[in-house]
C-alpha cells in the first residue's frame, strides 16, 4: 500500500480516537469538551474518508454504531456465566433477615456492604475481545439471551473500545431511558396517534428489541455497568472487591453509577437506601429500589447462588407511589400536528415528590376502557416518575352524579372539523391555520433540538401570538426590539437578547432547521440523514418518493411526508420567506482548512493510470484539496497529473507548456488533505 494510502489510514485512526474520546467525555462523563457542531465535523470528515475507502472500516469505528439493514430476527447467545436475577425486600426486617443469613454464613468474619441504586432498565451483558466490544445480550431466561450487538453499538455511552488492554471481559448492565427522553418520546408518539409506553423500562425494552438498529439509535439510551460476568486478563490481577472492580471499570472508559456507597453494617445500608427513597424524585433516570451487595469477592464466592439469585445481594425494592383523588373536569388541548389531547383536571394531591393537579389521558380509547368520568374518585400515579397518569376509578365510590365525557366534534382553538383516521387513537383537529397548531408548531422550531433560540419558549411564544406579533415561524426574523419593548416582562436587555439569539439561529446547521419545520414523523436523526445526503433544503424539498426511501434510514413513513410536506403550497411559502431572511438552507460548508487548500481555485486534469490512487479517490483528494477536476485540457488546466500510458491530454499538455506533475508530486501538492 502507497503511502497516501498510510496518510489516510493514520487520519482515519486519528479521528476515530479523536470522536471516541469525546464520547466518553460527553456520554460517560457528562462533561464535553467541544461543541456539537465541532464533534459533527469530526464525524463528517471521518465519515467522507471512509465512504472514500471502505476497505479500511472497522466494527470499531464511531460510525458504525448505527450501520447496516435491518435484521430478519434476533439469534441467541449462551451466557458464559449465568445471569441470575436478585431476591427482593420489602422492609426494614426483611433486609435485617439477609444480614443476619450472611452473618451466620459467615461464621463471624468481619464484612462490609456495598449499596448502589437500583436501575429500572433492561439487563444485559456486554462482551468486549482484545479490548473490543464483540457482542451484547440480552438476559433472556439467565442463560440464553438475544444477540442485540447493532441496537447496542448505538449507544454512545457504550465504549467499542476498552481504555486499557483487556483478553476478554464480559460485563453487566442495565440499559436505560432518561426520565425526559421518555416524557419526549411519548409525547411524539401520542402526536403520532402511535401507542405509548408505560415506563421507561418498556421504552428501553422496546427500543432495545427493535430489528432495524436505526430505530434503536433515535432513542436517546444509556447504560450503567454494575458488574463483571467473566473475565481474562492475561497479567493483571482482577479486583478482590466488588468497590474495586467499579473502580476498575470506571477506568475501561465504562459509565459506572456514581451514587453507591460502602456501608459497615446493615444499619448504614439501610440508611442510605432512606436517603434515595426521599430523594429518587431529583434523579434524571428512573430507580426502582436499591441493590445491597457484599462487598469482598471471596466472601461472594463463599456465599454462593440459589437456584435463581446471590446469596451476597439483596434489592431494597420501593413500595408503589400512588395516591388518591377526585376528577373535577376532562379538558382538551391542540398540539403541532393537530392532534387533540385530553387531560384531566385532578383536586390537587402530593405524589411522589410534587403537587399534581393535572394527568394526561391520552386518547379516548383509554378514558373508554377505563371508563373515566368527570367526578370519578380515582387512583393515579407517575409513569417513569414523572407523567401523572390515572390507574384506575373507584367505582364504590360512584355516586351517580358523575358525567361521561366525550371528545369535541369541533376544534376548541379554531373551530374547525376534528377527524379520527382509520388505525390511529387520535383525534386531529383539520384546520391548516389552527393557532393552538401555529403555537405549537413554533414551540417546537424554536426547541432545544431545533433552532435552539434561547429565551424563546412557551410563554414568550404564547405572548407573541397574542400579541399578533408573528403569525408563523418565519415573523420572527422581522422582529424588532422595539416591537418587544412593548410587551409585558420585556426589558432592554432580555429584548436585545431575544432579537440577537433569533438573528445567531440564521447561522443553524440545516439538519436543525429540517427537524425545526416539524415534518411528521422525521426526527432529529432523520433530520440529520436528510441533510447530509442532499445537502440543501431545496435538493430535499424536490425529492422524489423513490430517491428518499432509498437513504439508509429513511423509511416508507419518513419519505411519504416528506412528499406530502413538499407538496403544500404553505411550507414552500414559508421556506422561502426563511431563506429570504437569510435562513441557513444548505449543509454545512466543507471545513475550512479544506476549501482554502492547498489547490484553492485550481483546475487539474487527470491522465493515464496512477499507481496508488484510483481515478475518483484521486478526484475527490482534488476536492478535498479545494481544486476542481476537468476531464479536458485547455489554457485554463493548472496542473495535469499524468500516470501510466497518458495519450493525448498528457500530448495536449506538453503542447500547451502546462505544468505536467507524477503521481509522487500530486501527492506531495495535496499533503495537507491527507
Ligand atoms: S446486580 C446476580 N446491580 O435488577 C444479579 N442489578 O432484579 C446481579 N439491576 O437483573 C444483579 N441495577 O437488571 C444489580 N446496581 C445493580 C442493578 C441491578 C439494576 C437490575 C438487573 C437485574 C435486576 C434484578
Same mark, same amino acid.
Given at each position: 500500500?502507497?503511502?497516501?494510502?498510510?496518510?489516510?489510514?493514520?487520519?482515519?485512526?486519528?479521528?476515530?480516537?479523536?470522536?471516541?474520546?469525546?464520547?466518553?467525555?460527553?456520554?460517560?462523563?457528562?462533561?464535553?469538551?467541544?461543541?456539537?457542531?465541532?464533534?459533527?465535523?469530526?464525524?463528517?470528515?471521518?465519515?467522507?474518508?471512509?465512504?472514500?475507502?471502505?476497505?479500511?472500516?472497522?466494527?470499531?469505528?464511531?460510525?458504525?454504531?448505527?450501520?447496516?439493514?435491518?435484521?430478519?430476527?434476533?439469534?441467541?447467545?449462551?451466557?458464559?456465566?449465568?445471569?441470575?436475577?436478585?431476591?427482593?425486600?420489602?422492609?426494614?426486617?426483611?433486609?435485617?433477615?439477609?444480614?443476619?443469613?450472611?452473618?451466620?454464613?459467615?461464621?463471624?468474619?468481619?464484612?462490609?456492604?456495598?449499596?448502589?441504586?437500583?436501575?429500572?432498565?433492561?439487563?444485559?451483558?456486554?462482551?468486549?475481545?482484545?479490548?473490543?466490544? $464483540?457482542?451484547?445480550?440480552?438476559?433472556?431466561?439467565?442463560?440464553?439471551?438475544?444477540?442485540?450487538?447493532?441496537?447496542?453499538?448505538?449507544?454512545?455511552?457504550?465504549?467499542?473500545?476498552?481504555?486499557?488492554? $483487556?483478553?476478554?471481559?464480559?460485563?453487566?448492565?442495565?440499559?436505560?431511558?432518561?426520565?425526559?427522553?421518555?416524557?419526549?418520546?411519548?409525547?411524539?408518539?401520542?402526536?403520532?396517534?402511535?401507542?405509548?409506553?408505560?415506563?421507561?423500562?418498556?421504552?428501553?425494552?422496546?427500543?432495545?428489541?427493535?430489528? @432495524?438498529?436505526?430505530?434503536?439509535?433515535?432513542?436517546?439510551?444509556?447504560?450503567?455497568?454494575?458488574?463483571?460476568?467473566?473475565?481474562?486478563?492475561? =497479567?493483571?490481577?482482577?479486583?478482590?472487591?466488588?468497590?474495586?472492580?467499579?473502580?476498575?471499570?470506571?477506568?475501561?472508559?465504562?459509565?459506572?453509577?456514581?451514587?453507591?456507597?460502602?456501608?459497615? @453494617?446493615?444499619?448504614?445500608?439501610?440508611?442510605?437506601?432512606?436517603?434515595?427513597?426521599?430523594?429518587?424524585? @431529583?434523579?434524571?433516570?428512573?430507580?426502582?429500589?436499591?441493590?445491597?451487595?457484599?462487598?469482598?469477592?471471596?466472601?461472594?464466592?463463599?456465599?454462593?447462588?440459589?437456584?435463581?439469585?446471590?446469596?451476597?445481594?439483596?434489592?431494597?425494592?420501593?413500595?408503589?407511589?400512588?395516591?388518591?383523588?377526585?376528577?373535577?373536569?376532562?379538558?382538551?388541548?391542540?398540539?403541532?400536528?393537530?392532534?387533540?389531547?385530553?387531560?384531566?383536571?385532578?383536586?390537587?394531591?402530593?405524589?411522589?415528590?410534587?403537587?399534581?393537579?393535572?394527568?394526561?389521558?391520552?386518547?379516548?380509547?383509554?378514558?373508554?376502557?377505563?371508563?373515566?368520568?368527570?367526578?370519578?374518585?380515582?387512583?393515579?400515579?407517575?409513569?417513569? @416518575?414523572?407523567?401523572?397518569?390515572?390507574?384506575?376509578?373507584?367505582?364504590?365510590?360512584?355516586?351517580?352524579?358523575?358525567?361521561?365525557?366525550?371528545?369535541?366534534?369541533?376544534?376548541?382553538?379554531?373551530?374547525?372539523?376534528?377527524?379520527?383516521?382509520?388505525?390511529?387513537?387520535?383525534?386531529?383537529?383539520? =384546520?391548516?391555520?389552527?393557532?393552538?397548531?401555529?403555537?405549537?408548531?413554533?414551540?417546537?422550531?424554536?426547541?432545544?433540538?431545533?433552532?435552539?433560540?434561547?429565551?424563546?419558549?412557551?410563554?414568550?411564544?404564547?405572548?407573541?401570538?397574542?400579541?399578533?406579533?408573528?403569525?408563523?415561524?418565519?415573523?420572527?426574523?422581522?422582529?424588532?426590539?422595539?416591537?418587544?419593548?412593548?410587551?409585558?416582562?420585556?426589558?432592554?436587555?432580555?429584548?436585545?437578547?431575544?432579537?440577537?439569539?433569533?438573528?445567531?439561529?440564521?447561522?443553524?446547521?440545516?439538519?436543525?432547521?429540517?427537524?425545526?419545520?416539524?415534518?411528521?414523523?422525521?426526527?432529529?436523526?432523520?433530520?440529520?440523514?436528510?441533510?447530509?445526503?442532499?445537502?440543501?433544503?431545496?435538493?430535499?424539498?424536490?425529492?422524489?418518493?423513490?430517491?428518499?426511501?432509498?437513504?439508509?434510514?429513511?423509511?416508507?413513513?419518513?419519505?411519504?411526508?416528506?412528499?406530502?410536506?413538499?407538496?403544500?403550497?404553505?411550507?414552500?411559502?414559508?421556506?422561502?420567506?426563511?431563506?429570504?431572511?437569510?435562513?441557513?438552507?444548505?449543509?454545512?460548508?466543507?471545513?475550512?482548512?479544506?476549501?482554502?487548500?492547498?489547490?484553492?481555485?485550481?483546475?487539474?486534469?487527470?491522465?493515464?493510470?496512477?499507481?496508488?490512487?484510483?481515478?475518483?479517490?484521486?478526484?475527490?483528494?482534488?476536492?478535498?484539496?479545494?481544486?476542481?477536476?476537468?476531464?479536458?485540457?485547455?489554457?485554463?488546466?493548472?496542473?495535469?497529473?499524468?500516470?501510466?500510458?497518458?495519450?493525448?491530454?498528457?500530448?495536449?499538455?506538453?503542447?500547451?507548456?502546462?505544468?505536467?506533475?507524477?503521481?509522487?508530486?500530486?501527492?506531495?501538492?495535496?499533503?495537507?488533505?491527507?
Amino acid at each position: 500500500m502507497g503511502g497516501g494510502h498510510e496518510k489516510i489510514r493514520q487520519t482515519i485512526d486519528r479521528l476515530r480516537r479523536e470522536i471516541e474520546q469525546h464520547n466518553y467525555y460527553y456520554y460517560v462523563l457528562d462533561a464535553p469538551t467541544i461543541t456539537d457542531a465541532q464533534y459533527d465535523r469530526l464525524m463528517a470528515d471521518l465519515q467522507q474518508l471512509e465512504k472514500e475507502n471502505p476497505l479500511l472500516i472497522t466494527p470499531d469505528s464511531p460510525t458504525q454504531r448505527v450501520g447496516g439493514k435491518p435484521r430478519e430476527g434476533f439469534t441467541t447467545v449462551q451466557h458464559p456465566v449465568a445471569m441470575l436475577s436478585l431476591a427482593n425486600a420489602f422492609s426494614d426486617a426483611e433486609l435485617a433477615e439477609f444480614d443476619r443469613r450472611v452473618r451466620g454464613s459467615l461464621g463471624g468474619e468481619p464484612y462490609q456492604y456495598v449499596v448502589e441504586l437500583k436501575i429500572d432498565g433492561l439487563a444485559v451483558s456486554l462482551t468486549y475481545q482484545d479490548s473490543i466490544f $464483540v457482542r451484547g445480550a440480552t438476559r433472556g431466561d439467565g442463560s440464553t439471551g438475544e444477540d442485540i450487538t447493532a441496537n447496542l453499538k448505538t449507544i454512545r455511552s457504550i465504549p467499542l473500545r476498552l481504555h486499557q488492554p $483487556v483478553d476478554l471481559l464480559e460485563v453487566r448492565g442495565e440499559v436505560y431511558m432518561p426520565k425526559e427522553s421518555f416524557v419526549e418520546l411519548n409525547r411524539r408518539r401520542e402526536e403520532m396517534g402511535e401507542p405509548l409506553f408505560a415506563n421507561p423500562r418498556n421504552a428501553a425494552a422496546g427500543s432495545l428489541r427493535q430489528l @432495524d438498529p436505526a430505530v434503536t439509535a433515535g432513542r436517546n439510551l444509556s447504560i450503567f455497568v454494575y458488574g463483571i460476568g467473566a473475565a481474562e486478563l492475561s =497479567g493483571h490481577q482482577l479486583p478482590t472487591s466488588h468497590s474495586e472492580g467499579l473502580k476498575w471499570l470506571e477506568g475501561l472508559g465504562l459509565r459506572v453509577n456514581s451514587h453507591c456507597q460502602l456501608c459497615r @453494617d446493615i444499619g448504614e445500608a439501610i440508611s442510605y437506601c432512606r436517603i434515595w427513597q426521599n430523594k429518587k424524585a @431529583d434523579l434524571p433516570y428512573q430507580i426502582d429500589g436499591l441493590v445491597i451487595k457484599v462487598n469482598s469477592l471471596a466472601q461472594q464466592s463463599a456465599l454462593g447462588f440459589t437456584m435463581k439469585s446471590p446469596r451476597w445481594a439483596m434489592a431494597f425494592k420501593f413500595p408503589p407511589e400512588q395516591a388518591q383523588t377526585t376528577v373535577r373536569d376532562i379538558i382538551v388541548s391542540v398540539g403541532r400536528t393537530g392532534v387533540i389531547t385530553p387531560t384531566a383536571v385532578l383536586d390537587p394531591v402530593f405524589l411522589a415528590g410534587s403537587t399534581v393537579s393535572r394527568a394526561t389521558l391520552h386518547n379516548e380509547d383509554i378514558i373508554r376502557e377505563k371508563d373515566i368520568r368527570i367526578g370519578d374518585r380515582v387512583v393515579i400515579h407517575k409513569a417513569g @416518575d414523572v407523567i401523572p397518569e390515572v390507574v384506575e376509578v373507584l367505582k364504590d365510590s360512584r355516586t351517580g352524579g358523575e358525567k361521561v365525557f366525550s371528545m369535541p366534534a369541533a376544534c376548541p382553538a379554531c373551530g374547525a372539523e376534528v377527524v379520527r383516521a382509520t388505525g390511529e387513537a387520535a383525534r386531529r383537529c383539520t =384546520g391548516a391555520a389552527c393557532p393552538a397548531q401555529l403555537l405549537e408548531g413554533m414551540i417546537h422550531f424554536a426547541s432545544r433540538g431545533a433552532m435552539d433560540i434561547a429565551g424563546l419558549g412557551p410563554a414568550v411564544v404564547a405572548q407573541l401570538t397574542e400579541a399578533g406579533l408573528v403569525r408563523d415561524v418565519s415573523d420572527l426574523y422581522s422582529l424588532t426590539e422595539e416591537q418587544l419593548l412593548r410587551l409585558e416582562r420585556f426589558g432592554d436587555k432580555s429584548a436585545e437578547n431575544l432579537v440577537r439569539a433569533i438573528a445567531a439561529s440564521k447561522e443553524n446547521p440545516l439538519h436543525r432547521l429540517i427537524f425545526a419545520l416539524g415534518i411528521r414523523h422525521a426526527g432529529e436523526r432523520a433530520a440529520r440523514v436528510l441533510a447530509e445526503h442532499f445537502g440543501d433544503l431545496d435538493r430535499l424539498m424536490n425529492a422524489g418518493y423513490d430517491e428518499l426511501i432509498t437513504i439508509p434510514e429513511i423509511g416508507p413513513k419518513i419519505a411519504e411526508s416528506i412528499i406530502n410536506f413538499a407538496r403544500e403550497p404553505q411550507n414552500r411559502a414559508l421556506i422561502e420567506r426563511l431563506a429570504e431572511y437569510g435562513v441557513n438552507m444548505t449543509a454545512e460548508a466543507a471545513p475550512a482548512s479544506l476549501s482554502d487548500g492547498p489547490l484553492k481555485g485550481k483546475t487539474l486534469v487527470l491522465t493515464g493510470t496512477l499507481a496508488v490512487l484510483k481515478r475518483d479517490e484521486a478526484k475527490e483528494l482534488v476536492e478535498q484539496a479545494g481544486g476542481k477536476v476537468s476531464s479536458s485540457v485547455s489554457k485554463k488546466t493548472d496542473y495535469v497529473v499524468a500516470g501510466e500510458n497518458p495519450g493525448s491530454k498528457y500530448e495536449k499538455a506538453v503542447k500547451l507548456n502546462l505544468p505536467v506533475l507524477d503521481e509522487q508530486e500530486f501527492l506531495a501538492l495535496i499533503k495537507p488533505v491527507l
